[in-house]
Structures are given as C-alpha cells and as structure tokens.
C-alpha cells in the first residue's frame, strides 16, 4: 500500500509545516503571512512541477479539469481567510481542537458518504461500527470546545462559525482532489491551487492595507515563511499524491496527516504553556481515539 508511504510523507512535510509556520508568525498579521506563504508555496509547486518534469502539463487539462482546479482554489482562498479570521478570535489550543476534529469529523464523513465500501472495508458491520464510533469521538470534541463555559458567548459564537467555514471549505476540497482530480499530477493541482489562492490573498490584503505590513517582516521570518512554504508545498502535494491511488483509502490518509495535530498538541501540554491543560488533553484523547477507530475500520 504505497498510498500510506506517502501518507506519512505528508505526517512529516505537516510537522515542518507547523513548526516554522510558528516560527515566522511573528511580526505581521495572519493575513500579510498567509499571502506572502501562499507566494512562496506557488514557486516551491512549480520549482517541483519543474523538477518533475510536469511544467508542460500545468496547461495541458481539460475544461473539466480546469473547472475543478478553479473550484479547488476558490476552496482554498475561502479556507485561508477564514481561518486566519477565526484564529485571531481565540487561543491556539482551542482553535486547532475545533478546526483538527471538524476537519476530520466533515471530511471523513463525506468519504463515507461518497466512498462508503473503501473507508469501511467493504461494508462490514463491526468496520461500519468502529467508523461511526470514531466520528462520534470527533463531535464529542466539536461539543466539548463550543460548550465550554469559559469562554465569552459573543466571541465564541464569531470564531467558531469562521472556523466552521474554514473547515468545510477544506473538507469538500480533500473530497473533489480524491474524486474528480486523482488523474492530475498533484504538483500540477497545487500550483494551480496555491496560485488561486496567493491572488485571493493578494487582492485581500490590498484592500485592507495590510501589505504594508511587509516592511515590518524581518528577513529572518521570510526565511522562516519561505521554509514553511516548501513543507507547505510538500504536505499537498504528498497528501493528494497519497488520494490519488486507486486502493488508497482517504480515511487513513486523513488519519495520519492528523498525527501531526495530536504530536504538537501533546508537546504543548507537556513542555509548554497550554492556557489549558485539562480542557486540551481532553479533546486531544478524544480525537486520537477517533481517529484509531476510523483507522481500524480501514485496514482490519
């Protein structure tokens, strides 16, 4: 199964990703950041697209093709500024609680809508079981987030419906790369993807002024931006390189890039200064545990 090899590419590409995405955040909005990193993810795609040899197929789909690369891409932009809207709203720790678990609720979800035999194995019953077991993990997370008390009604109310958008963008997006898109080389489906994607950002942040930001980013967080790029570039591109497999299942595809959530979650809780604990190991144990049954239902 080649689909998992690439699976835990992706886990890898996510982990850098993560890191030097914190490391480069520093000194600009989140906006300024995700389109001077959707910039450079555009060149770490085609610099792979070159290296691959794929540069003459970037132009060579179909119309079909092209309608759903736009529609990935629009998916894409709608993700990012939403996200980046919802993130600003509250703490780091709750927000990826809320944002890890929706996506893997939605997405999987809609993999077994659409793939129902693939994600449970062939539609046995303890697979179908364990399956759905496992997405209740993943809303019992979503429920423990919205309803905890702590947080003010008001504010909770706005970062969660930006975080709720977020998350279906980018779940409806994983469903069309694996279902409409898994013919396309997946360098050729990011570049297209994170180009849509800069120029969203782009025009965004001219309209709010926001690139005048750039000024203030030190050389060093470009570094880090542009580091962050390339595991960005790479996390895509393996990831959808992982879905388009005939045999692979998006379940478990999803299942493992997600480890990098639970590693960096627990990290926090252990050897960093989560604002809470008790709230984070929770829902961290809740969606680990979702994701080993969704596991299971894939591969027993």
């Known amino acids: 199964m080649?689909?998992?090899?690439?699976a835990f590419l992706a886990l890898f590409a996510s982990a850098g990703n993560t890191i030097f995405n914190r490391l480069g955040a520093n000194h600009a909005s989140a906006l300024t950041n995700a389109t001077v990193?959707?910039?450079?993810?555009?060149?770490?795609?085609?610099l792979i697209a070159l290296v691959l040899g794929h540069v003459p197929t970037l132009y060579n789909?179909?119309?079909?093709?092209?309608?759903?690369?736009?529609?990935?891409?629009?998916l894409t932009a709608i993700d990012w500024f939403f996200y980046f809207l919802a993130i600003k709203r509250t703490n780091l720790e709750t927000f990826t609680n809320f944002v890890a678990s929706g996506t893997l609720f939605l997405s999987n979800s809609l993999f077994m809508i659409f793939m129902f035999m693939s994600v449970t194995n062939g539609g046995k019953p303890l697979n179908i079981t364990l399956y759905s077991i496992g997405l209740l993990c993943f809303i019992g997370t979503i429920m423990f987030v919205i309803f905890n008390k702590k947080m003010n009604k008001s504010a909770k109310s706005m970062w969660i419906t930006f975080a709720a958008v977020s998350t279906i963008a980018y779940a409806f997006l994983l469903l069309i790369v694996k279902l409409k898109l898994s013919h396309i080389p997946s360098d050729v489906i990011s570049f297209h993807q994170m180009l849509i994607c800069f120029v969203s950002m782009a025009v965004?942040?001219?309209?709010?002024?926001?690139?005048?930001?750039?000024g203030h980013i030190r050389f060093i967080d470009h570094v880090y931006i542009f580091i962050g790029a390339v595991f960005?570039?790479?996390l895509t591109i393996f990831r959808y390189t992982?879905?388009?497999?005939?045999?692979?299942?998006?379940?478990?595809?999803?299942?493992?890039v997600g480890l990098d959530f639970i590693i960096v979650s627990f990290a926090t809780v252990l050897f960093f200064?989560?604002?809470n604990k008790v709230q984070l190991t929770i829902a961290v144990s809740l969606v680990f545990v979702g994701m080993i049954l969704n596991l299971l239902a894939g591969l027993i």
């Open 2 to 6: 080649e689909y998992i090899l690439f």
């Open 37 to 46: 990193k959707s910039f450079f993810i555009v060149i770490a795609c085609f």
């Open 61 to 74: 789909l179909s119309g079909e093709d092209w309608l759903w690369i736009g529609i990935v891409g629009a």
């Open 204 to 214: 965004a942040s001219l309209c709010t002024r926001n690139l005048k930001e750039l």
């Open 232 to 234: 960005n570039a790479l």
């Open 242 to 256: 992982a879905l388009s497999y005939a045999n692979s299942v998006p379940a478990i595809v999803n299942v493992i």
């Open 273 to 275: 200064k989560a604002h």
